[in-house]
């Protein structure tokens, strides 16, 4: 894992498991949603 993903993960992964889990109410889909956000992030069209 990069050094950059895992401060963007630091930073922001506790906000995206709340706003994820406000929409879908199921922790394991919102644990899902919110590896697939970061799983995009390490993806070659991905930001870092």
């Known amino acids: ?6 401060a963007i ?6 906000y995206c ?8 109410k199921d922790w394991a889909v919102t644990e899902e949603i919110v590896q697939d956000v970061f ?6 069209a991905g930001v870092l």
């Open 1 to 6: 894992m990069s050094e950059q993903l895992a």
């Open 39 to 44: 799983f995009c992030l390490l993806s070659p």
């Open 9 to 14: 993960m630091a930073e922001h992964g506790e």
């Open 17 to 24: 498991l709340r706003v994820a889990c406000l929409y879908v």
